[in-house]
């Protein structure tokens, strides 16, 4: 379990998209998790870098591709 609750999955994003660059998804098992832990970090500085955290409506990462990644 992680200091907000328990992750079901967690993507860091290794493509060089601009748009997608030092992103990270992680997906709680319970909604009241996912809540805390965006109230907690967003605005935090990692690595020298802001935390802009956001809910993301994929709820499925295995289908979840960006298509700049796929096409190349």
């Not at 998804?25 to 909604?31: A, C, Q, T």
């Not at 409506?57 to 960006?66: E, G, S, Y």
Request: hydrophobic share 35%; net charge negative.
């Amino acid at each position: 379990m992680s200091q907000y609750g328990e992750i079901e999955d967690m993507i860091v994003v290794d493509n060089l998209g601009d748009h997608i660059v030092g992103n990270v998804y992680v997906k709680y098992s319970d909604e009241d998790y996912s809540e805390n832990a965006l109230k907690n970090v967003n605005g935090r500085f990692w690595n020298g870098k802001k935390i802009s955290a956001v809910y993301s409506p994929v709820t499925d990462f295995l289908n979840a591709k960006c298509k700049q990644y796929i096409d190349g």
